[in-house]
């Protein structure tokens, strides 16, 4: 099963806006991944997250973790159209586990 | 991109015949894997890998087998395939697992398939 969903599913802005994309997630986890994924094209990793972090920062990207409420935040500051693409938020638990679970995205259009 | 090469990248076949697809990496990393694409479902995880030889399932096994004989290559094989198999599958690799963390993964490109 998930564990991880974004919110909203799709998101339209125009150039130039602020995108925050939303995700919850049910059990404990060590870290918390932002991916993106153009159309065609593999993931890429954005940024992470570890669970004793609260806020990281990437260029115009800034996460947000809250292990109290179980959710994170992404936002995109002065989008531009090259940002279209959708995001996904991805969990893993750390050492011993290899795995990381994803949800199911959030798709991101920014019109020029 | 990381080097990694998924082959083929497109490909139709028939239900109930055997399909390989193959993931070849030349980062020397440990850890690989086989998730799949689909709407509505997000990235699952098909099988991995943590070193030559060993392997795990992961949450959407059934109907799947992986195999990984050197360190650069994976192989996913899909022993009858079926309807269900139609999707996008995508390889990815990592470096490690940290203690407090799961290293980033590098995805390749992915291979799309199509059971008729």
């Known amino acids: 099963s998930q564990q991880g969903e974004e919110d909203p599913q799709a998101l339209s802005i125009q150039e130039g806006e602020n995108a925050t994309m939303n995700c919850s997630y049910k059990?404990?986890?060590?870290?918390l991944q932002w991916y993106r994924q153009n159309s065609g094209r593999g993931l890429v990793h954005l940024i992470l997250?570890?669970?004793?972090?609260r806020e990281k920062h990437s260029g115009r990207l800034r996460v947000t973790l809250d292990t109290s409420k179980k959710s994170s935040s992404l936002l995109i500051t002065a989008s531009r159209a090259a940002d279209t693409a959708s995001y996904f938020c991805?969990?893993?638990?750390?050492?011993?586990?290899?795995?990381?679970?994803f949800g199911k995205g959030t798709k991101l259009s920014v019109i020029p | 991109d990381a080097g990694i090469t998924q082959s083929p990248r497109h490909k139709v076949t028939e239900t109930g015949t055997p399909v390989t697809l193959r993931c070849h990496q030349t980062e020397n990393h440990r850890y690989m894997y086989w998730y799949r694409q689909d709407p509505g479902h997000g990235l699952r995880l098909i099988h991995y890998?943590?070193?030559?030889?060993?392997?795990d399932k992961g949450e959407v096994s059934d109907g799947y087998s992986v195999s990984r004989s050197k360190t650069e290559d994976f192989l996913l094989t899909l022993e009858s395939a079926t309807s269900s198999q139609t999707s996008v599958y995508f390889c990815?690799?990592?470096?490690?697992?940290?203690?407090?963390?799961?290293?980033?993964?590098?995805f390749g490109n992915g291979t799309r398939l199509t059971v008729t």
């Open positions: 059990t404990s986890i060590n870290n």
């Open positions: 997250i570890r669970s004793n972090e």
């Open positions: 990815a690799i990592s470096g490690f697992t940290g203690p407090s963390y799961n290293s980033p993964l590098h």
């Open positions: 991805a969990t893993g638990s750390g050492a011993g586990s290899y795995q990381l679970t």
């Open positions: 890998s943590y070193g030559v030889k060993d392997t």
